[in-house]
C-alpha cells in the first residue's frame, strides 16, 4: 500500500509557489527597470535643453549629466540602457539632443563623445552600484563613484573633441572639461545627495533588498 505524504505534497507546493512568485517579482522588476529606463531617457532629453553656451568653447553647459549620474544609481545598469535610448532615439532624429538637435551627424561632432560617455558612465555607475548595494548608504564612496563616472564622460568627451577640431589634448582639456568641472561636481554633489537620501527605496527599485 503507497502513503500519502500530505508534507511533502505541501513542501513541494510551497516550494513551487515560491519560485513562481520569485520569477513573477523578477518579471515585475525587470519591466519597472525598463519603464524608468525611458524615464530616465526623457529626463535627460529634458535636461538638455537647459543650455548655456559659452563663447570661448563649442561645448555649452546642460543640465544631462545630473540624470545620467543618477540613472546608473537608480536603475542599475539599466542605466546605461537609458542612455542608450537617448543617444539612439537621439541619432535617429528625435530632436532631445542639447538645443533640440537630433540626428546622427550630432554623434560625429564636437559633443558627440560625451553622449557616448553618458551611456559608458552609467553603465558603470550601475554595475558598482549591483555589485556593491551598500554603496548607496555611503555617502562618501558614492560621492566617488559620481566622481568616477564624470571622469568617464570627460575622457570620451575630451578625446572626441580633440578629433573633431584637430586639436591637442591640453587644448581639448581647456575647451572640453575644465570650464565645466565646478558645475558637474555640484552636480555630483546633488546626485549623491539624492541616491542617498532615497538609498533603500533605489534598493527596492532594482531588486537587491
Not at 549591483?130 to 560621492?143: C, K, M, Q
Not at 555640484?186 to 527599485?205: M, N, P, S
Request: hydrophobic share 55%.
Amino acid at each position: 500500500m503507497v502513503r500519502f505524504n500530505s508534507s511533502a505534497v505541501r513542501r513541494r507546493t510551497v516550494n513551487e509557489m515560491e519560485i513562481c512568485g520569485s520569477k513573477a517579482v523578477g518579471e515585475y522588476l525587470n519591466i519597472n527597470r525598463i519603464v524608468l529606463a525611458f524615464l530616465f531617457a526623457g529626463l535627460t532629453g529634458i535636461a538638455a535643453q537647459i543650455r548655456i553656451p559659452l563663447p570661448f568653447t563649442p561645448v555649452p553647459i546642460t543640465g544631462q549629466v545630473l540624470f545620467v549620474l543618477l540613472s546608473g544609481v537608480m536603475i542599475g545598469r539599466y542605466g546605461g540602457l537609458s542612455q542608450l535610448i537617448y543617444v539612439g532615439a537621439g541619432a535617429a532624429g528625435v530632436p532631445w539632443f542639447s538645443n533640440f538637435s537630433g540626428g546622427a551627424s550630432v554623434l560625429g561632432g564636437v559633443t558627440g563623445g560625451y553622449l557616448i560617455g553618458f551611456v559608458v558612465a552609467a553603465f558603470l555607475i550601475g554595475s558598482a552600484i549591483e555589485a556593491y548595494p551598500s554603496i548607496t548608504g555611503n555617502v562618501r564612496e558614492l560621492f566617488f563613484l559620481m566622481l568616477a563616472g564624470l571622469g568617464v564622460i570627460y575622457l570620451f568627451g575630451v578625446i572626441q573633441l580633440s578629433l573633431v577640431l584637430g586639436a591637442g589634448m591640453r587644448e581639448a582639456i581647456a575647451l572640453g572639461a575644465a570650464p565645466f568641472i565646478a558645475g558637474d561636481i555640484l552636480k555630483a554633489t546633488v546626485a549623491t545627495g539624492i541616491a542617498a537620501g532615497y538609498g533603500h527605496g533605489i534598493r527596492i527599485i532594482r531588486g537587491s533588498v
